[in-house]
């Protein structure tokens, strides 16, 4: 389908009246780095493009006591040139600069590519660990929706028809330290699209998890909440032997679930090293963070 109109916004009203005039043609474009593709392939399902990109409402980057706010149309380059969020987020900080090449991230944004609904999406499983939330924005107000149970199927979502993603809120941490580390198989360097990607997200008081999140992207449709791989890690020390029995207890947890799937063979033992590389990457934090309270 070719594009017959594009709107302007500039508030949040205006995108969602916009949206609900033409209701089954119209969508949201802001960096547009996904829609053109779609475009280009004759895959877009729409003809009418809301442009969001000049919606402050959707723009910016809030550090509270209580929260990390990201507007929807935060770019990845706006994100990876924070220091803040490099600091508070180290893993997710990671996730985003290695979105695509730097012009992919120049434009891209973090509401479209959660939109977009890609299993693949580098961003999306360390705001799954973070236990991130969604603020959906619609006629009749905003709700908050879990970023876990916001994707529903093979590149659909739970957004509903006449909405926007109006930006994404992480909670700060709880008790302890918070450890959150990422790491991604793709298929070539940094502009790679993931085949398989893992994020955590840990609480550690004295040398104990006390609280954990796993999450997955691309092993499966949706980028996913590991709940047993989370409750697996609780109550443990983070060393070397821990990795190595996490690593044999995912790879069993995706062994279950692809049963019977001609992927099973190489996902059950490519999930080894990358839940290996990611909690190396959370201990490697955790020892530097003893480190300085040493100094």
């Known amino acids: 389908m070719g594009v017959k109109k ?3 916004a500039y508030t949040i009203k205006e995108v969602i009246d ?8 119209s969508t949201v474009i802001a ?3 996904d829609l053109m593709i779609k475009l280009r392939e004759g895959t877009l399902l729409h003809s009418i493009l809301v442009d969001v990109s000049d919606v402050n409402e959707m723009k910016g ?7 990390i706010t990201l507007g929807a149309s935060v770019t990845f380059s706006e994100i990876v040139k924070s220091e803040e969020i490099k600091k508070a987020l180290p893993g997710f900080w990671e996730a985003c600069s290695m979105v695509g090449a ?4 120049n434009m891209g944004t973090l509401g479209g590519n959660t939109a977009n609904g890609s299993p693949a999406a580098d961003s999306v499983p360390p705001l799954i660990a973070l236990g991130a939330k969604l603020i959906i924005s619609s006629l009749s107000g905003d709700v908050a929706v879990d970023i876990s149970d916001f994707f529903i199927g093979k590149g659909n979502t739970a957004l509903p028809k006449g909405s926007v993603i109006k930006e994404f809120i992480i909670p700060m941490q709880g008790k302890g330290s918070r450890i959150i580390a990422f790491d991604k198989l793709g298929l070539r360097n940094a502009l790679a699209i993931s085949r398989i990607s893992s994020a955590v997200c840990l609480n550690v008081e004295g040398s104990i998890i006390t609280e954990a999140r796993v999450a997955s992207g691309s092993i499966g449709i949706l980028p996913t909440f590991e709940d047993k791989m989370s409750k697996f890690l ?4 983070l060393n070397e032997d821990t990795i190595n029995e996490a690593a044999k207890h995912f790879s069993f947890i995706v062994s279950e679930r692809l049963k019977g799937r ?3 063979e190489f996902k059950k033992e490519a999930v080894k090293g990358v839940i290996i590389k990611t909690l190396t990457k959370a201990l490697s934090q955790i020892n530097s963070q003893e480190g300085l309270e040493n100094v």
């Open 6 to 8: 594009v709107i302007k």
């Open 18 to 25: 916009a949206l609900n005039e033409n209701i089954e043609e």
């Open 31 to 33: 960096g547009g780095t």
């Open 61 to 67: 980057i809030s550090i509270t006591s209580e929260a």
């Open 102 to 105: 730097v012009q992919i991230r």
């Open 234 to 237: 609780i109550g443990k020390t």
């Open 262 to 264: 001609s992927s099973l």
